[in-house]
């Protein structure tokens, strides 16, 4: 059970105490060292080296899938349509007769692109403006509160409608759904940002810089926003993840990304007629690879929250 | 009282929050460059028959004159139009809710009777490894499964191998006769009226999309309640005063489930509102012709009218769910009572 996030708390009473203890990183965990620190941690955590793993060979097989199969991931073969896994298809062949191992392990090129680029530029934009929305100034305060009023509207939107009215709207293609799910995805990394910094910026260390003579943009920019990025580093795996998600779902509906290209939502919806008709290796196997992916990020997000948890720092 | 004030307070804050989506939403539909009168005209249409099409629908007017417009019609409950079915959006979005929302009721209510024990057995098994892994394990599962896939393989294996339950394809079978329209939820309404091999057939349609949504949106519902209760089952002193005093394991789990499910009341809400929208995917596998469903039509078409009011139901609909969930909140905390005045 060394996994289990919320489970083995501290005896009740003393979680407030280790709490509050822990700010600043003790002496001992800086003389070990970061890196030391988090390998000791990685090695007595299974699913977290799982995750990691997966998320390698994700990133692996976005920068090679392409050429990695057996055959090329858009080649149609119309002697061999539909036919079953065996020696030659691995994964068989989908009804225009494409190599169905190839285009699978090709699809990450285009979901984990999509993904880990929307993810990025939604934290880029969040994680500023949750710093941002801190502010302790009479303008500040107004400015903070006006944002997270927007961000609840925003929120109050159905998620996939959005990105579906934004997709069909502005034509199919990666870039409209990068723009699609920054906009979905950074209110999140706002309000993740937002309350951890509030908690920093009332901390001694912040004080102290205040006190030394630095400029509320300098304290705000090299002290609260490096320490309150914890959240958003867990927040951005899960947001891979649900991006992955979307990204094939709106594929699904044929608003995202359209075949021939090697997408997973795509793969899945064009099989879904042979499904019915008992051909099931189609829409099988870039559901796997998809769902794997996605267990990758999550499993990655849940370790970090774990690693970054105070309480946890002994 | 209280709670009428609570509730009247949160009332008032819901209206800036309406016009922010509607402007939002208007904004949204106005910038796509997709013209619809294009797609009404069809492809061999000349300019002329274009402009009137324009002309008629009011798009030649300066984009506030529009703006104006909307929001006149929205304050009384006018949609406008769906270019494609020629009715007001209101009475087609009134004949596709009630299918989604008899599907997403039915769906989360099971998912929380099943959820929260299968959360508290977790919570309790924090010692026996065996129950906390097992609903460990299926929570990331859950959470990595697309939704729509899941229901092509449910489809696949009960449908195309076994054949045991109905083809995917909408809410009823075509071999009975349909219910007398009064809620416009099929298996509700053969219920009702005692139309026997309607509700037959109706259960018989639910059992694959059911077993999907349950089976995907159950997984934060045993999450949170798991954690939620191991908090204050191990980790409160009024719990280790219980124990203390004596009480017995039930009745201690009884007053620990009362301080535990309001999270998890958050959640319900949460996806509620969430799946509102989010149901299209598994509406689409199973040709269900719900609310989704409807929303992906009219963004094909580029139909304004049917996606304005879409969005601004189900966006009103969340916002409705949430004070509801803050109204439970506050009948189920009283330290919440006591401070709201």
Same mark, same amino acid.
């Given at each position: 059970?060394?996994?289990?996030?919320?489970?083995?708390?501290?005896?009740?009473?003393?979680?407030?105490?280790?709490?509050?203890?822990a !700010? %600043?990183?003790?002496?001992?965990?800086?003389?070990?060292?970061?890196?030391?620190? &988090?390998?000791? /941690?990685? @090695?007595?955590? =299974?699913?977290?080296?799982?995750?990691?793993?997966?998320?390698?060979?994700s990133?692996?097989?976005?920068?090679?899938?392409?050429?990695?199969?057996?055959?090329n991931?858009?080649?149609?073969d119309f002697?061999?349509?539909l036919?079953?896994?065996?020696?030659?298809?691995?994964?068989?062949?989908?009804?225009?007769?494409?190599?169905?191992f190839?285009?699978?392990?090709?699809?990450?090129?285009?979901?984990l692109?999509i993904?880990?680029?929307?993810?990025?530029l939604?934290m880029?934009l969040g994680v500023?403006?949750?710093v941002l929305?801190?502010?302790?100034s009479?303008?500040?305060e107004?400015v903070?509160?006006?944002?997270?009023?927007?961000?609840?509207?925003?929120?109050?939107?159905?998620?996939?409608?959005?990105a579906?009215?934004?997709v069909a709207?502005? !034509? %199919?293609?990666?870039?409209?759904?990068?723009?699609?799910?920054?906009?979905?995805q &950074?209110?999140v /990394?706002? @309000?993740?940002? =937002?309350?951890?910094?509030?908690?920093v910026?009332?901390?001694t260390?912040?004080?102290?810089?205040?006190?030394?003579?630095?400029?509320?943009?300098?304290?705000?920019?090299?002290?609260?926003?490096p320490?309150?990025?914890?959240?958003?580093l867990?927040?951005a795996?899960?947001?891979?993840?649900?991006?992955?998600l979307?990204?094939?779902g709106?594929?699904?509906?044929?608003?995202?990304?359209r075949?021939?290209?090697?997408?997973?939502?795509?793969?899945i919806?064009?099989g879904?007629?042979?499904?019915?008709?008992g051909?099931w290796?189609?829409?099988?196997?870039?559901?796997?690879?998809?769902?794997?992916?996605?267990?990758?990020?999550?499993?990655?997000?849940?370790?970090?929250?774990?690693y970054?948890?105070?309480?946890?720092?002994? | 009282?209280?709670?009428?004030?609570y509730?009247?307070?949160?009332?008032l804050?819901?209206?800036?929050?309406?016009?922010?989506?509607s402007?939002?939403?208007?904004?949204?539909?106005?910038?796509?460059?997709?013209?619809?009168?294009?797609a009404?005209?069809?492809?061999?249409?000349?300019?002329?028959?274009?402009?009137?099409?324009e002309?008629?629908?009011?798009?030649?007017?300066?984009?506030?004159?529009?703006?104006?417009?909307?929001?006149?019609?929205?304050v009384?409950?006018?949609?406008g139009n769906s270019?494609v079915?020629?009715?007001p959006?209101?009475?087609?979005?009134?004949?596709?809710?009630p299918?989604?929302?008899?599907?997403?009721?039915?769906?989360l209510?099971?998912?929380?009777?099943?959820?929260?024990?299968?959360?508290?057995?977790g919570?309790?098994?924090r010692?026996?490894r065996?129950?906390g892994?097992?609903s460990?394990?299926?929570?990331?599962?859950?959470?990595?499964?697309?939704?729509f896939?899941?229901?092509?393989?449910?489809?696949?294996?009960?449908?195309?191998?076994?054949?045991?339950?109905?083809?995917p394809?909408?809410?009823l079978?075509?071999?009975?006769r349909?219910?007398?329209?009064i809620?416009?939820?099929?298996a509700?309404?053969?219920?009702?009226?005692?139309?026997?091999?309607?509700?037959?057939?109706?259960?018989?349609?639910?059992?694959?999309?059911?077993?999907?949504?349950?089976?995907?949106?159950?997984a934060?519902?045993?999450?949170?309640?798991r954690?939620s209760?191991e908090?204050v089952?191990?980790?409160?002193?009024?719990?280790?005063?219980?124990?203390?005093?004596g009480?017995?394991h039930r009745?201690?789990l009884?007053?620990?489930?009362?301080?535990?499910?309001?999270?998890?009341?958050?959640?319900?809400?949460?996806?509620?509102?969430?799946?509102?929208?989010?149901?299209v995917?598994i509406?689409q596998?199973f040709?269900?012709?719900?609310?989704?469903?409807?929303a992906?039509?009219?963004?094909?078409?580029?139909?304004?009218?049917?996606?304005?009011?879409?969005?601004v139901?189900?966006?009103?609909?969340?916002l409705?769910?949430?004070l509801?969930?803050?109204l439970?909140y506050?009948i189920?905390d009283p330290?919440?009572?006591?401070?709201?005045t």
């Amino acid at each position: 059970m060394t996994h289990d996030l919320p489970t083995d708390p501290p005896p009740a009473g003393e979680t407030g105490h280790v709490d509050s203890a822990a !700010g %600043p990183p003790l002496t001992v965990a800086v003389q070990r060292g970061e890196l030391n620190q &988090f390998t000791v /941690f990685t @090695r007595s955590n =299974r699913p977290f080296v799982i995750g990691l793993a997966i998320v390698a060979v994700s990133i692996f097989l976005m920068a090679f899938g392409p050429l990695l199969g057996t055959h090329n991931p858009t080649a149609e073969d119309f002697n061999a349509t539909l036919t079953g896994p065996s020696g030659h298809h691995w994964f068989g062949t989908d009804q225009n007769g494409r190599d169905i191992f190839s285009r699978t392990i090709a699809a990450p090129r285009i979901d984990l692109y999509i993904a880990l680029v929307s993810t990025f530029l939604a934290m880029a934009l969040g994680v500023p403006l949750g710093v941002l929305a801190t502010g302790t100034s009479r303008l500040g305060e107004l400015v903070g509160e006006w944002m997270l009023r927007a961000m609840d509207v925003i929120q109050a939107f159905p998620v996939f409608i959005l990105a579906l009215a934004l997709v069909a709207g502005f !034509g %199919p293609s990666a870039v409209n759904v990068i723009i699609a799910l920054t906009v979905l995805q &950074f209110p999140v /990394f706002l @309000r993740l940002t =937002r309350g951890a910094a509030l908690g920093v910026r009332g901390r001694t260390f912040v004080e102290a810089a205040r006190i030394g003579g630095a400029g509320t943009g300098g304290v705000m920019l090299r002290h609260v926003l490096p320490n309150s990025i914890g959240p958003a580093l867990v927040g951005a795996s899960v947001s891979v993840a649900q991006a992955v998600l979307i990204t094939a779902g709106l594929s699904f509906v044929g608003a995202g990304i359209r075949p021939p290209t090697p997408e997973w939502g795509a793969m899945i919806s064009d099989g879904a007629q042979s499904l019915i008709t008992g051909q099931w290796w189609p829409s099988v196997f870039p559901g796997v690879g998809l769902g794997i992916v996605v267990l990758g990020y999550a499993l990655v997000g849940d370790g970090l929250r774990l690693y970054l948890d105070p309480s946890r720092r002994q | 009282m209280r709670i009428l004030w609570y509730t009247a307070r949160r009332l008032l804050y819901v209206i800036p929050q309406v016009v922010g989506i509607s402007l939002v939403t208007f904004v949204i539909v106005r910038l796509l460059p997709s013209n619809p009168a294009y797609a009404l005209a069809g492809p061999a249409a000349t300019q002329e028959t274009i402009n009137t099409i324009e002309k008629r629908l009011g798009l030649n007017e300066p984009i506030w004159t529009q703006y104006g417009k909307y929001i006149r019609d929205l304050v009384q409950g006018n949609f406008g139009n769906s270019f494609v079915s020629g009715r007001p959006v209101l009475s087609d979005i009134g004949d596709r809710l009630p299918a989604t929302l008899e599907l997403l009721a039915l769906g989360l209510l099971l998912a929380f009777l099943i959820g929260v024990p299968l959360g508290v057995l977790g919570a309790l098994g924090r010692g026996r490894r065996i129950a906390g892994r097992a609903s460990l394990g299926y929570g990331l599962l859950a959470g990595a499964i697309p939704d729509f896939w899941l229901g092509l393989i449910l489809v696949y294996a009960f449908y195309t191998k076994l054949n045991i339950v109905p083809a995917p394809l909408g809410q009823l079978g075509t071999d009975v006769r349909a219910p007398r329209n009064i809620t416009g939820a099929v298996a509700l309404d053969s219920l009702l009226t005692g139309n026997w091999a309607a509700l037959q057939s109706a259960l018989g349609h639910l059992v694959l999309p059911l077993a999907t949504l349950v089976f995907v949106y159950m997984a934060p519902i045993v999450k949170y309640t798991r954690s939620s209760i191991e908090d204050v089952y191990y980790g409160s002193e009024f719990i280790e005063q219980y124990r203390a005093n004596g009480l017995s394991h039930r009745a201690i789990l009884v007053r620990a489930l009362r301080n535990g499910l309001p999270p998890v009341i958050t959640i319900v809400g949460v996806l509620f509102g969430f799946l509102l929208g989010g149901l299209v995917l598994i509406e689409q596998v199973f040709a269900w012709g719900g609310f989704g469903q409807y929303a992906v039509q009219a963004i094909t078409n580029s139909d304004f009218s049917a996606v304005e009011g879409f969005v601004v139901v189900a966006a009103m609909f969340n916002l409705f769910v949430y004070l509801i969930v803050d109204l439970l909140y506050f009948i189920v905390d009283p330290r919440l009572r006591a401070g709201a005045t």
